[in-house]
C-alpha cells in the first residue's frame, strides 16, 4: 500500500507560481509512474503531467505545456510539480497518483491516490 500526502496548494493570482509536493510513504516508490491529475468543480479529473518510474521522460496535458513542470525525487521518495504562469482555467483540487504502469495519463491505471490540494488561481 503507498500512501501518497501532497502539500503546497494554495491562492494565488494569476500569473503568479506555486509548487506542489507529493510524499509517498512506500520504499519501493521508484517502482511506479507518478501522475498529477486534477479536478475543478463539475468536472472530470483531468491528467496534468506524469513522468515514468526512471524519471527519464515526461507528459503534459496540452494546457499546461511549457508552464508546469514535474520532477520526482528518489531520495525523498517526492515527486513535485512546479507550476508557472498560473492562469484562472488553472483552478482546481490537484492530486497526486502512482501507476504500476510505466506511466499513464488514463485515471483508470492510477492505482494509489493522495487526497488532493486545492490550487486557486484570481484574475
Known amino acids: 500500500q503507498v500512501q501518497l500526502v501532497e502539500s503546497g496548494g494554495g491562492s494565488v493570482q494569476a500569473g503568479g507560481s506555486l509548487r506542489l509536493s507529493c510524499a509517498a510513504s512506500e520504499r519501493t516508490f521508484s517502482s511506479y509512474g507518478m501522475g498529477w491529475f486534477r479536478q475543478a468543480p463539475g468536472k472530470e479529473r483531468e491528467f496534468v503531467a506524469g513522468i515514468t518510474r526512471s524519471g527519464s521522460s515526461t507528459y503534459y496535458a496540452d494546457s499546461v505545456k511549457g508552464r508546469f513542470t514535474i520532477s520526482r525525487d528518489y531520495a525523498k521518495n517526492t515527486v513535485c510539480l512546479q507550476m508557472n504562469s498560473l492562469r484562472p482555467e488553472d483552478t482546481a483540487v490537484y492530486y497526486c497518483?502512482?501507476?504500476?504502469?510505466?506511466?499513464?495519463?488514463?485515471?483508470?491505471?492510477?492505482?494509489?491516490w493522495g487526497q488532493g490540494t486545492q490550487v486557486t488561481v484570481s484574475s
Open positions: 497518483a502512482a501507476t504500476r504502469q510505466l506511466v499513464s495519463t488514463t485515471t483508470a491505471e492510477y492505482v494509489y
